[in-house]
């Protein structure tokens, strides 16, 4: 008996922590201001955000549940963040919003499964699938095109000698730091850093410049 009340006591602690983690965005994002793109944010200046504030108008058509969701909050993410420091204008910083519910999602469903809590499962694989096309409409820098970049810089700082370490080795760090500074020629490219760190390494560590 002291089992079955304890278990009833619990139950309403798992439903609201999970219901507080699977469903936080639900009960954040559906307010008035959230269906409006800020007007105080910059305008759309890359096809990600231009798709974000085409399909909301769309999804609000068709009241589509999981995508309103996902765009509500994306978009509230962007509007919160235009008054700060690092306002998100460019597709790599939506990617990364993007990536994060993405992150959010699997966890809460998860959490929904240990929990044995299936009515969250099929509105979170709808989300999750939302994203996952959201992210697939980015097309990312060619490896091939960013290498030419990467070379032509490398080269540029070997010949004025900056960035070099011990016996005119050049380190990958300087390197990437002027690829990606403000106004740099890879600053908010749509690109894997992963990736860009290994080009830079092979570049850093390659004769093109001493040939």
């Known amino acids: 008996m002291s089992s079955v ?3 009833r006591l619990l139950l309403p602690s798992i439903e609201r922590s999970l219901c507080s983690r699977c469903m936080y965005r639900h009960t954040t994002t559906t307010t008035t201001s ?4 800020n007007s105080s944010a910059a305008a759309p200046s890359s096809p990600l955000l231009a798709k974000l504030k085409q399909d909301l108008k769309a999804a609000m058509r068709a009241k589509d549940q999981a995508r309103l969701t996902v765009i509500r909050g994306t978009i509230s993410e962007i509007n919160q ?16 919003l993007l990536r994060k519910r993405r992150s959010s999602s699997e966890t809460a469903k998860q959490e929904a499964i240990d929990a044995k ?12 699938a939302v994203v996952d096309e959201l992210m697939g409409t980015v097309s990312m ?22 960035g070099g370490g011990e016996g005119g080795e050049l380190k990958p760090g300087p390197v990437m730091k ?11 490219k749509p690109l894997d850093n992963k990736v ?3 080009v830079v390494r092979e570049e850093c560590f390659s004769n093109h410049g001493n040939k």
């Open 196 to 198: 860009l760190a290994e």
């Open 81 to 96: 963040a235009a008054s700060s420091s690092t306002p998100i204008t460019t597709d790599m910083q939506i990617l990364a």
């Open 34 to 37: 959230s269906l409006r793109w």
């Open 178 to 188: 002027e690829l990606l500074r403000p106004g740099g020629p890879l600053q908010g």
């Open 5 to 7: 009340s304890a278990s």
């Open 117 to 128: 809590r299936p009515e969250f499962l099929e509105k979170l694989d709808l989300e999750i």
């Open 141 to 162: 820098m060619d490896v091939a095109e960013m290498r030419s970049i990467v070379r032509a810089t490398v080269e540029s700082i070997r010949g004025g000698q900056q």
